[in-house]
């Protein structure tokens, strides 16, 4: 299995810009985790997904962001207009199953940075 | 209130030495999951190992071993033998029930460099 796929790799935008950061999941997982990092506050989980139906998204800062899981294979982070302050590492991430053992398999991340 | 606390922000070891990162935990519920990570400079998140709450032996994988203290609520991971190549970023996470969803729960993390 090729594992997490993100895309892009790298991103940098103008501040009020539209920006649209991709997942792929391993196949057959069913949890899809969106995590935002930074120096100043860590991992922080912005929203998650299970069998693509939103469970959580208290993590999501703001109106700006959005996410969608419109199938098992592919989600979505969209934020609408960017800021400065959203520059950070994005991260993508899927578990076979829910459950206290089950270890989330990450991507490689996103680094988005907004001038 | 569910929690994780890795109290070292950085550590510096010399190489082929022992390491040891510290790791405690809250939760009041008897069902949970602990995990290490490592992110090196490069990024990515890499899962080590896990270690269940009902897991009566400590979890081994390769050099790296969690030391479960339950009644203490400790997941300390030991890295044996240490390479340069474990200089890196370290996170201790728990999965646990949070409002009737599985969560992982990050710790700070741990900035691990090895000395040549």
């Known amino acids: 299995d090729a594992g997490v796929i993100q895309s892009p790799r790298h991103e940098v935008t103008e501040m009020g810009q539209e920006v649209t950061l991709r997942c792929k999941p391993i196949s057959g997982h069913n949890s899809l985790f969106w995590y935002r990092q930074t120096m100043m506050r860590g991992l922080e989980l912005l929203i998650y997904?299970?069998?693509?139906?939103?469970?959580?998204d208290s993590g999501m800062p703001e109106d700006r962001f959005s996410a969608k899981m419109p199938n098992a294979s592919f989600s979505t982070l969209k934020i609408q207009p960017s800021e400065p302050r959203d520059s950070a590492v994005y991260f993508c991430?899927?578990?076979?199953?829910?459950?206290?053992?089950?270890?989330?398999?990450f991507g490689q991340g996103t680094r988005l940075t907004v001038v | 209130a569910q929690k994780i606390t890795q109290t070292q922000p950085g550590m510096f070891v010399q190489e082929k030495e022992a390491v040891t990162l510290d790791c405690t935990y809250d939760t009041s519920d008897p069902s949970y999951g602990l995990f290490w990570y490592k992110q090196p400079s490069s990024g990515e998140m890499i899962f080590l190992i896990y270690q269940g709450s009902y897991d009566q032996q400590n979890a081994t994988e390769g050099r790296y071993s969690l030391n479960f203290q339950k009644a203490r609520k400790s997941a300390n991971l030991v890295i044996s033998a240490s390479q340069l190549g474990d200089s890196a970023m370290y996170f201790c996470a728990m999965r646990a029930v949070v409002d009737s969803n599985y969560q992982l729960i990050w710790g700070a993390g741990t900035k691990l460099i090895i000395k040549p």
């Open positions: 997904f299970n069998n693509n139906v939103p469970i959580d």
């Open positions: 991430a899927s578990s076979p199953r829910t459950g206290v053992n089950t270890e989330a398999f």
